[in-house]
């Protein structure tokens, strides 16, 4: 099959989108791991005082910390699924077009697939910040009236 230059800027105007959105994605994984970097360290710091001598309020926290962990990687990993789901998409988009094979249903699926894997990565993280958000509340200090 001979494709035709017209032909190529077709394909390329079909990928657009599915390119735009693996951006957010990727935009997205790099909050996602700087979020899970924070907790690593945090975490480090309170095994560090624990090392030292055992300390209930470091224990709590750090289980907070590991369950925000938890919720980040599945997050991480939903995100990483539906950007590959996206890039099959793409690759689909253009096998499809210049060997006139008909992928529709097969692009669909992934395509409906990949917002899944979005949807599941944003609620894990909601879950996470929510989480994340109650233990800083919980941790509140009370400011008192100064005394005369």
Sequence with gaps: MNIQVGDIGHIIQLAIAPVFLLTGVCTKLMVLTNRLARIIDRSRVLEDRLDVG???????????????????????????????????????????????????????????????????????????IFIASAAMRAHRHVRHPLQK
């Design 54 to 128: 055992y300390n209930e309020s470091s224990l709590n926290e750090l289980d907070v910390l590991y369950r925000r962990s938890h919720l980040i990687n599945v997050a991480i990993a939903s995100s990483t699924a539906c950007g590959l789901l996206i890039c099959l998409v793409i690759g689909m988009l253009f096998i499809g077009d210049t060997t006139d094979v008909t992928l529709d249903k097969y692009i669909a699926g992934l395509f409906v697939l990949a917002m899944a894997g979005l949807i599941t990565s944003f609620v894990y993280l909601l879950r996470e």
